[in-house]
């Protein structure tokens, strides 16, 4: 239970782009302490942003929703990708893999061992050399830790010479190439205790002070081996939303992160940048009937109305997403169909148009009928009637939960109660009541964990439903055993619809997905934030990966 909540709290902190998480550990002693009136100068207050030799500006100041509590890759830091530390493999600003320390790689034929060629020109911010002995003991140590970056699958890592490194795979895994992507190298002679708070990497930036809670500075890392940054300083203000805000009107930060609600809020000089996502909001549906079975921990397992299928697709039918979009978030935002829309393995059939039409009938020939006249729905002795939780004190999720139970109610004749709930007791409700939740990444693996039947019911928030398909787990296993990604696509896809079933919304609807979240930003004109990738969830880290290719271009 414990390591379950450990996991909720964390993906409170990712989803939350709103508030952000700052952790309240000890594990961030500032690299160089500061008073409280040099912080505030280098917070922007008297920040001096021009190159005076060039008359180019060359720093940023960004508004940021929180700092980490390690800044060690082995402990879970940047799996969405960060400018301090190099990967294997990256994903770039058009969605698309290529190499950063990897000069080139191969799996064998049976999937077992994947195979990495590295570079020989690449050096640690301390001045080491970076070699495959660093790559293995990252991988290692990170298998050990257990950490948000998933490592099951690989049973060890060894550097057959200072450039070649391999993996030793337990099972084929398809999307292990996301995995290596997500896992940024440390040097093994200098990790220590102290590597969460005094990190070592070999991106383009470096960490050179951290004023935990407040701010932190990234600074360019001269050992670089790329192409030098433009930008040679990036200072980061930990702040909260209606403080962004403020820093942005006074002319305090560059860029702040912001929310739907206040995006429509102008500034003079600045613009708003908004980033597609697949940080998608929808509702679980228990896909199960209440027999009185309960989880290994306890916890009550189905529900008598969202286990009929006909309710499940009528929420997805029945509900214009559009209407949320404009109701609850200001029109920023784009409508959901899966957890994976415009990625490569996304299968466009999963698009249906609202039809209150439809879902009504969907709902009548399943013998949801409203007999007694009161507005809401019959079946025999069940009313259309639930639950729908979202984690308390997320404003954006209640305002998207509110929408759909409004238009539930006045479409379908389903009733929904709206509920704040605290983190620990979702998972103890979320198996027999729909929740609202977000997904989102750049890796299939995210659609293997929603709905392949081995996850179902585990405390990890990706299978709450108990959605289990013999079907969607052949095509799964199809797509994790294919040879390349480019092969295992047909697949996923197939998995999602494949004409008569899958896990879509024209399927089994296990859930209904409503928006994908616009990422956005307060900008000043002028700042050019190079070509961002699609953003998994929270909007804070996925905007500076490509930190290095930002510029001021006047």
Known sequence: MKKALAVILSLICIISTVTGCSGSGDSGTALSATNETETQAAAGTEKQQEDTKDNVKTEVTIGFSGDPDTWDPCAGFGYTGSPLFSTLVKVNGDNELENDLATEYSMSEDGLTWTFKLRNDVIFSNGEELKADDVAFTFNQTKVSAAYVDLTMMDDCIAVDDTTVEFKLNKPCVTFIYTIAGAGIVPKNSYSDNFGTEPIGSGPYKLTQWDKGQQFIFEVNENYYGEEPTIKKAIFLVQEEDARLVAAKAGEVDIALTSATLAKTEIEGMKVISVQSVDNRGITFPTVPDEGKVTEDGYKIGNN????????????YGIDRQQIIDEALNGFANPAYSECDGLPWWNEEDVIETDVDYAVKMLEDAGWKDIDGDGIREKGDLKAEFNVMYFAGDSMRQAVAMSVANQAKENLGISITVEGVNAGDTVKRMF????????????????????????AGKTDFYNPEFFTSDVVDEYMDKAMTSKTLEDSIEWWKKAQWDGTTGTSMRGEAPWAFYINMSHLYYAKEGLDIGKQRIHAHGAAWPLVVNLAEWKWTE
């Open 305 to 316: 109305i969202t286990c009929d299928i006909a309710i499940r697709k009528a929420m997805c």
């Open 432 to 455: 027999s009541e729909p929740m609202i939740m977000g997904w989102g990444s750049s890796s299939p693996m995210t659609s293997y964990m929603l709905y392949h039947s081995s996850n």
